[in-house]
């Protein structure tokens, strides 16, 4: 479970994020959405430690992701924003140096499941970014993690691999929570059990997604700032 | 941390770029021993390594610049601080393998001592305890090159900021002190820059004091990479 209470982070004197508060339950899928800059990435961030709160707390299955560092991330699965990878690795040599850190032992099932088999010894930088973000996918899963945190993983896709990586991540959901960002509302629409929606560094929304066709969009706009 | 050590070697041996820095360094320092023994007409290695912290001066930042501030431009940092690793096994697996690649560059130059061998009686310990004193001082510059990496994005920068402390260190115990500066102080300064603590293993002497110069300045430099990564701002 992931737990923020009033964090708020400051980078320098601009505030990201603004004493922000939720709780998610296991096995939930949580969208979150929000205008560029809202605070999306900054939360995920947080949430892996990957930034210090500037205040406020923050756990992980009641540990403190900065002071059991280690513990937490076994637990966490990431994608980061833009999928930052070795562009100079072949893909196996990439998720062999990824799994053998999350000691990861069904490796060859993950790489099937996410449908790397036929790249595996393709640069990754020959890759396309489809292809790209599924190993960045496939490097979030090793270690079977309970929770996967994704930032915005079908950003720059083409909309038949966003379908494509959309269904992986309903796979996926039957077994973990799921927080992914995303600026495609549609994508709430299909995946997400619940909505959290960020504006300028504030939780402006954050309950059960809106049922039916536009009412994600309705929300949306509704509750932000245009 | 073996994980991220082989990866971090692979990198540099999977690269051209680390082969040229290599062969650049390897091709400076056995023609500064030649230049000595057939110009100079001296048949010691003394000289070849009093002359190694000038060469370190360059090629250290050179093989370290990117060692952090390349993960940061292209941010898979993001990647290695979100692992199941601590700050302190990538640092160290990051030191070790620019270690290891520098154990490869000292080995390159071992064609020196052995055609000095081939002419000359060689003293072997003395031969050894020099090596022993620019192994030590190159890991030193290493940790240096590394923390400078670790704060910028910029690997120009990270190139400049070490040279810049390199050359600082350097000249703490040059006779060029002397000219601007009373003898007190730059007896005193002198001790805080390696080539006063490298004399004395080129000397052949193992000096307990140099030695924990040495692993200070090691320890500190990378105890200092540790901190930067942890900060998280």
Known sequence: MISFSSVTKKFHQKTAIDKISFKTKKGEIIGFVGPNGAGKTTTMRLIMGYLRPTAGKILIDDSDPLENRIDVLKKIGYLPENNPLYQEMRVNEYLGFISDIKEEKDYLKIVEQVGLNDVLATKIEELSRGFKQRVGLAAALFGNPEILVLDEPTSGLDPIEQEKIRNLIRQLAERKTIIFSTHILSEIEDIADRLTIIDNGKIVYDGVKPKGKGAVEKLFKKTINY | ?233
Request: proline share 3%.
């Open chain 2, 1 to 233: 941390m073996l994980t991220l050590y082989k990866k971090e070697l692979n990198y540099y041996l999977n690269n051209v770029v680390g082969y040229l820095i290599l062969i650049i360094f390897a091709a400076f320092a056995n023609f500064l021993f030649v230049k000595d023994i057939f110009v100079v007409g001296t048949a010691s290695m003394k000289s070849f390594f009093g002359i190694m912290p000038w060469l370190f001066l360059v090629f250290i930042p050179a093989l370290g610049m990117r060692i952090f501030s390349e993960e940061k431009r292209v941010n898979t940092i993001e990647i290695l601080l979100t692992l199941p690793v601590s700050e302190t096994q990538i640092v160290l697996a990051k030191f070790f393998a620019m270690a290891t690649l520098f154990l490869m560059s000292l080995a390159l130059t071992l064609a020196a001592p052995i055609s000095l061998a081939l002419i000359a009686r060689l003293y072997l310990p003395e031969v050894i305890v020099g090596y022993l004193g620019i192994f030590l001082l190159g890991v030193s510059s290493i940790a240096i090159a590394m923390f400078f990496s670790s704060q910028t994005k910029n690997q120009i920068v990270a190139f400049l900021l070490s040279v810049l402390v390199l050359f600082f260190l350097n000249v703490l115990a040059t006779d060029f002190l002397v000219t601007v500066l009373p003898k007190a102080i730059t007896d005193f300064a002198s001790y805080f820059g390696p080539i006063y603590h490298l004399q004395n293993f080129i000397k052949g002497i193992v000096d307990v004091r140099s030695l924990f110069y040495f692993l200070s300045l090691l320890v500190v430099f990378l105890f200092l990479t540790v901190i930067s990564l942890e900060k998280r701002d």
